[in-house]
C-alpha cells in the first residue's frame, strides 16, 4: 500500500510496478514502460522519492563534474530557507551519486578517507531539496533543510569566530555565527528580549519599548503596512517603497519575537505553499470573494 | 581634510596624527598615543578605513588558520544581505592578510599561482563586511556586498546549474541560480509579471490578479497586517502567526514587484539603519509621539 501511495504521489502514470524487498528497507522498483530505460526508485520511509533519475543522466552529470587530482570537489551546505552556510566539507563522485539518490548531504572525510553523511552520528541530517554546481563545476551546493544543529559543538553553523571580534579583542562575540542581514537583525531583536528579563542591562530602546507595549506595536504595524500600500496608491519613488517596506519587516519581527516565532518558520511556511502547487492557486481557489 | 573626517568618523580621541601618502593611494596614518603599538590606517577613497588593526593580532589570526598543505584554505563569499553564495575559491595567507586590510574579497588563483582581489578585472568588487572561520578553521566566509553580478559569465553568482534540472531535463531551468526561500518567492512573482506582458503565456493565478488589481493588492496587505496583529492580539497559536507572517511578505513582495524593488535593497535599508547605531534609536528620538 505505501508503495501505491508513492506511486500516487509521483503523479506517474506508470503501468508495470516491480515491487521487491531489499537490504534494511523495503524499497519498491517501478518499471516505466512509456519512457523505457527509465528506473523509478521508491521506499517507504519517510522521503518517499530516493532514487529517481537514469543512471546515464546521473553517469553525465557525474562526469561533468571537474574533480581535482584527489578526485574531490567543494560541498557546500547552505540552509535553503534562510540562506545560512551550515558547512563546508568535500565530495567525491560516490559522495554526490549517494546525494543525488537519498537526498541527505554526502560528503568524503579526508581525515578518515571514508565516506560520511551529515547526521550519520548526531541524527542532524541535511535534507537537500537541490544541488548547484558553478561554473567551472569543481564547486557544488547542497541546498537543504537541516534537521538541527549542524556544527558538531552544537552550534546552528560551523562559521562561529568572527573575525573582527578576534581582531577587535571582542571575546564575548566570538561564538556568533555568521549571520545575513535578516538574521541579524532577527538576533538583535531577540538580544533585547532577552534583556528586559535583565532591568540593569542595556540602554532603553524603541524595540524594547514595543516588546513591551504591544497595543503600541500592533498599530506600528497597520501604520507601516498601510504606509507601504500608500506607496504604490500615491506613486511614490522606489526609495520610499524600499524604507517603508524595512519598516513593515522590522515591526512584523518585533511581533514575532514576541510570539516566540523565527523567521525560518515563515519562510519554511512559505517555501511548502509554494511547492504544494502554491500560494497562488489556494488563494485562487476560493478564499477572496 | 578627508583624514580628519576618517578619524572623527572613527570616533578616535587620537592626539598624534602623521600622514604621508603611500602608493596609487593617499594614505592616512595615524599614530594613537593611548593605545601603544596600535596603528590606525585609514585611506581618502570610498571605504575610509582600510586596514585598523594591531598587526600581532592579524599574525595571531593567520597562525590560528589550517592552511592545508598547500597553503591554502576554502574561501566562500556571500552575499550579506540576500545570504546567496556568490562564488568560492581559495585562500592562502597572504590573500586573508589582504582582504582584511582591503575589505575586498581577495583569493588565491590555483592556476595562475597568483593572488586576485575579485573586481580587479570587471569592478564588480565583494566589499567585505566580516570574516567567518569554521570550527575546524580550514574554511572561511567573506560575508559581503558584490558591486555587480560575481560570476564571470554575468550572472548573479557562480552557483547558476541545477542538478535537479539538468538530470530532469529541463534545460530551459539551467541558467537559474541557487536561490533560497525569499528569492525564489521574489522570482516567481516577477515571473508572474513577465507573463503579464505576453498575454498567451502562463495560467491564471492569484499573483498575476494582485498585480494587476492594486486596490485588491492595498487591502489584502492591510487585511493580512491586521491579521498578524490579531495573532498577538487574540493570543492566537505560534503556527498562526508564522502563517500570517507568511501572508503579509508574500502580499508585500508582489507590491514590491510592482513597484520594481527588490528584497535586496529593503534588507541593505534595514542593515544600514542598523549600523547606523540603530532603527531603535532613530524612532527613539521623537518619530513617536
Known sequence: MAAIHC?????????????????????????????????????????????????????????????DDKGLAVGIAQNIDTGAVLMQGFVNRVALARTVSSKKATFY??????????GETSKNFIHVH??????????IIYLGKPDGPTCHTGAETCYYTSVSALLENEQEEENKVALTTLYSLETTISQRKD???????????????????????????????????????????KARTASEMGDVLYHAMVLMAVKGVKIEEVLEVLRKRFSESGIEEKRSRGQVS
Do not use: M
Open 7 to 67: 506511486i500516487q504521489a509521483l503523479g506517474f502514470s506508470s503501468r508495470t510496478h516491480v515491487f521487491f524487498p531489499i537490504g534494511e528497507q523495503t524499497r519498491y522498483y517501478i518499471i516505466n514502460k512509456k519512457q523505457r530505460g527509465l528506473l523509478v526508485f521508491a521506499s517507504a520511509d519517510k522521503n518517499p522519492v530516493k532514487e529517481f533519475y537514469n543512471k546515464s543522466k546521473v553517469d553525465t552529470l557525474l562526469n561533468s563534474v571537474k574533480w
Open 109 to 118: 572525510s579526508r581525515s578518515r578517507s571514508a565516506l560520511w553523511t551529515k
Open 130 to 139: 537541490d544541488i548547484y554546481l558553478d561554473c567551472d563545476r569543481d564547486s
Open 195 to 237: 534583556e528586559l528579563a535583565l532591568p540593569q542591562t542595556g540602554k532603553p530602546s524603541w524595540t524594547k519599548r514595543l516588546l513591551l507595549d504591544h497595543d503600541l506595536l500592533c498599530s506600528k504595524i497597520r501604520e507601516e503596512a498601510d504606509e507601504l500600500c500608500r506607496t504604490l496608491e500615491e506613486n511614490e519613488d
